[in-house]
């Protein structure tokens, strides 16, 4: 168990716990490695912070593994990343059962190898009656195509009568999203020292608290994750109110 987990106010947790997994490819240049062996390395951080977060009992961990603009990458580290993923998914779904995790998958699934796709929901559905954490794999994922397809289908449900225009309030939106029925992030970690939100649940991180570490994603470990949710702890979120209300 890690020292700081000590710190941790059980009370005051996250219900829901975004992470960018950045900078597997600098940790690698920096070791004279290949950038796969980053992302393998990075494979064994999920691990971990799967675990601490299930061990603290936080309800939802969303992880961007794949972004939509990764398909751009070069084919071979396409590859190879969709393949760890898959590998990875299998091999902890027992592991991920025995903690009574739930993973779950949000993206643009019809850009996915169908083959990858196919194990993946195998996976989904041996873990569905988990009732502890939900594991949330953002894959070939991003937040302008969620919400334009979001936009699409409040359109034509809208010509088909399903919806009155005038009805149609930010919960409506929210139910088109691929996130529907998971309360959105209280707590966004970006690894890695960027200081961007990369097209990532754009609307859903409104009211989160953002907390950039320069460690880059192989490297972040327990102790690192429990010090970003004592940072969160001491914030004080107001939701647009002022401090005052509050009290
Ligand atoms: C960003 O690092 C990381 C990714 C694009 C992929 C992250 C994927 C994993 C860690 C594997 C996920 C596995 C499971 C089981 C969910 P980067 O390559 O952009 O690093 P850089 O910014 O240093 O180049």
Request: hydrophobic share 40%.
């Amino acid at each position: 168990m890690p020292s700081l987990i000590d710190n941790i106010n059980l009370a005051k947790l996250p219900l829901h716990v975004a992470i960018i997994m950045d900078g597997n490819g600098r940790w690698a240049k920096a070791r004279g490695l290949d950038r796969s062996a980053g992302h393998v390395e990075g494979v064994n951080t999920v691990r971990k912070i799967t675990e601490i977060a299930s061990e603290l009992g936080i309800g939802y961990l969303t992880l961007y593994a794949f972004s939509t603009e990764n398909w751009n990458r070069p084919q071979e580290e396409v590859d190879a990343l969709m393949h760890l993923i898959v590998i990875a998914i299998e091999r902890e779904t027992p592991d991920l059962i025995k903690n009574n995790v739930r993973l779950t998958m949000i993206g643009d699934f019809s850009r996915m190898p169908e083959e990858a796709y196919r194990r993946l929901c195998r996976c989904k559905e041996e873990t569905a009656r988990g009732t502890g954490l939900t594991l949330c794999l953002a894959l070939s994922y991003s937040s302008r195509w969620e919400i334009t397809d979001a936009c699409r289908r409040i359109a034509i449900d809208t010509a088909n009568g399903l919806l009155q225009a005038d009805n149609i309030s930010d919960e409506t939106i929210s139910n088109y999203l691929t996130t529907a029925g998971i309360p959105d992030p209280d707590l966004l970690i970006r690894t890695g020292g960027d200081k961007r939100v990369s097209n990532f649940l754009l609307w859903q991180i409104a009211y989160a608290e953002i907390f950039v570490t320069d460690t880059f994603w192989p490297d972040f470990d327990k102790d690192a994750f429990c010090r970003a949710i004592i940072e969160y702890q001491s914030r004080e979120r107001r939701f647009g109110l002022t401090s005052e209300q509050l009290k």
